[in-house]
């Protein structure tokens, strides 16, 4: 049999206090795809960095094609052909497309750019990317996130990727976007590249994997065929146990519940139909959608953070303001989508971001107190089963699913009726999201109103009383009770069936 394109042997990390990997392997074979599993915090990332040259291993080996290899840096690891492609997507947005492919792999002749051998390199990447049409020359600022993802992937190939590792490529895509991406993959491996693909996605796994390997607490649990592993085996092994409900039950809002939340002809800027809205106490409303079909703009516009070009808002019946702090004082507050740049100040201590929406409480005589805010802190990580080393921890080094029970617990202090969830999940594991979504449902016995925005049709069905469906800016159709399903939904999203049956 030829020997595998990587294989990682043994691999052992540590770090002051904790073993981050413990005698983990790796095989990848070229023309596969290999899914690498495990909840955040289960030793992926500390895996990708040491496979791409950014970390030693302090035991264990790595082999390309067979034979013995030392990434000492990444230049290292580029050198035989092993790239990553992270979640955080570093495309440089004032810059064209072109530039942004080839940087640091220019080609020169004394010591000028070669701009005829640049434009044939990019072209040929982008083909192979499957933006065989798109224009170099376009400044990467105006490209969709989907579009940008597969720009990162035409940087790798520009490098000779043998091995391309990509890490969560499809937290930011639905839809479209996602088939591309799943083209991109499949046409690489057919090529002969050899790709090892993380994600929190589970559907992904069957539709794209060849094999699957899971990591939990830093050791191999296991690694085999995808045939061999069925979801509720995934599942099992990456979390140490059954999540036989991964969704909870729902409680049903009581009969006559007040409302909460009312919207009348409210259109944000930029346009779309009109949206009329009642959401009551302890009822849960999802919105679906395909990427760029407006949720997250119908959720920032009732937050105030986009102007409306009309409509009113109120809450309780008092009429809110379009802006996000007279949202807040009404009582309206959003979990946005990007945690770590809306959502978080990450070089602070968890303390201190657990309390940055409700400062008055921790600041008596506006005088910040590091005590009131660890006692503070403390209630929200019991309350909310927060995993961290102590109050005093970076936001940064937290994993996902910490870091946005941590947003929760910044809005929740301010003792909110609405509450406003923009992809709840996203970049979550499988573990992580059944508790968020415990918490939500938690949330919705107690009173609050909750409306939250989704590209994950599992958790819009598994998970919402009601589903708004979003095309084209505003909102093209209603779902309740049984009529919520996923295939209703995508006809709705995709406009070839006006209403459910």
Known sequence: MTAPALEARGLVKRFPGVTALSGVDLVCRAGRVHALLGENGAGKSTLVRILTGNQPPDEGELRIDGRPVRFDDPRRALAHGVTAVYQELTVLPDMSVLDNVMLGQ????????????????????????????????????TLSAATRQLVEIARALVRGSRVLLLDEPSALLAGEGLDALHTVVRELTAEGVAVIYITHRLEEVAALADDVT????????????????????????????????????????????PEVLRVRGLVPSGGGTALDLTVRAGEIVGIAGLLGSGRSRLLRTLAGVRPRAAGTVEVDGRAVRPSLHAAVSAGMVLVPEERKTEGLVLDLPVRANATLSSLRTVAPGG???????????????????IRVSGPDQRAGQLSGGNQQKIVLAKWLRTRPRVLLLDEPTRGIDVGAKAEIYRLVAGLAAEGLAVVFASSELPEVTG??????????????????????????????ALGTRRAAS
């Open 106 to 141: 220019e080609h020169t002749r004394r010591g000028l750019l070669s701009r005829d051998r640049q434009q044939a390199a990019a072209r040929a990447a982008l083909r192979r990317a499957g933006l065989g049409d798109l224009d170099p020359r376009t400044r990467a600022g």
């Open 214 to 257: 899971i990591l939990r607490d830093g050791t191999l649990v296991s690694s085999g065929p995808v045939g061999d592993y069925p979801v509720d085996r995934i599942v099992r092994e990456m979390v140490g146990r059954d999540v036989e409900a991964v969704f909870p039950d729902i409680p049903v809002p009581a009969a006559g519940a």
């Open 367 to 385: 005088w910040l107190s590091a005590a009131r805010e660890r006692a503070a802190f403390e209630e929200e990580r019991e309350r909310f089963g």
């Open 463 to 492: 998970l919402a009383h009601r589903v708004l469906v979003c095309r084209d800016g505003g909102v093209c159709g209603e779902l309740t009770g049984d009529e919520i399903d996923e295939e209703r939904i995508m006809h709705l």
